[in-house]
């Protein structure tokens, strides 16, 4: 078996540092994609070429159940939690925590944050189907270019809540985070954060309330320009 292909989109220079990191795994990268559309186009093209396996990365059954284990995880810290929001690209993470969570736990509610432009789950959920959306949004880890169809079916039967954030929502948690956490993450990985911070999302008082901080893979002069409100 040859190494695992990750196909990505390329759109910008602060990619690099994610495909390198990619590529130190042992993987092959394949960016001649334009954007996160065409990244799936061109997985088609391949799985067809080479006959690999696809793994996708949020409509797989395993992989959902593989990220449910963060539901479980956080259960076991923290097993009155009231509201558990989760940040959201193509809403593999969010499902897998719902459905655990709602399992052990099915009064509390789950929220999906998402950006207000890449809103992939909140339109999906909307309109009851799998929708395309254009990613626009600064958090190119939440850019799904359209949400899975199995997450929308589970998120809709579960009671998942949907909710939007801006880009500067955004950019505050994550300087929020960076200051006041101490935690180094991704912009994307700020989402639920900005929920709580911006008030898109508010809990009643003595609820237990936790926000999912998840993904590091920032590019360091993003970082850097984000901190200082550039």
Excluded at 36 to 65: N, S
Excluded at 100 to 123: F, I, N, Q, T, W
Excluded at 141 to 162: D, H, N, W
Aim: with cysteine; net charge negative; glycine share 10%.
């Amino acid at each position: 078996m040859g190494p695992v292909l990750v196909v990505v989109p390329h759109v910008d220079p602060q990619d690099a540092l994610k495909m390198a990191a990619t590529r130190g795994y042992g993987a092959a990268v394949d960016d001649s994609a334009a954007g996160p559309a065409e990244a799936f186009e061109r997985l088609d093209e391949l799985l067809a070429e080479t006959g690999r396996t696809l793994v996708h990365p949020f409509e797989d059954a395993a992989v959902i159940a593989g990220q449910g284990t963060v539901g479980l995880e956080i259960l076991e810290d923290a097993p009155e939690a009231d509201v558990v929001l989760v940040p959201v690209g193509g809403g593999g993470l969010v499902t897998g925590i719902a459905v655990a969570v709602k399992a052990l736990r099915p009064g509390a509610r789950v929220v999906a944050v998402e950006p207000d432009l890449s809103p992939a789950l909140h339109d999906g959920l909307r309109a009851g189907r799998s929708v395309p959306v254009t990613p626009r949004s600064a958090a190119d880890a939440l850019s799904a270019p359209f949400a899975g169809e199995r997450c929308i079916a589970l998120c809709t039967e579960l009671g998942v809540e949907s909710t939007l954030v801006s880009e500067d929502d955004l950019a505050e948690a994550f300087r929020w985070l960076y200051a006041r956490m101490k935690l180094a993450c991704e912009l994307g990985a700020a989402a639920a954060t900005a929920a709580l911070l911006s008030g898109k999302v508010v809990a009643e008082p003595g609820q237990t309330v936790v926000a999912v901080v998840s993904g590091g893979n920032i590019d360091p002069r993003q970082a850097a320009a984000t901190l200082v409100g550039r």
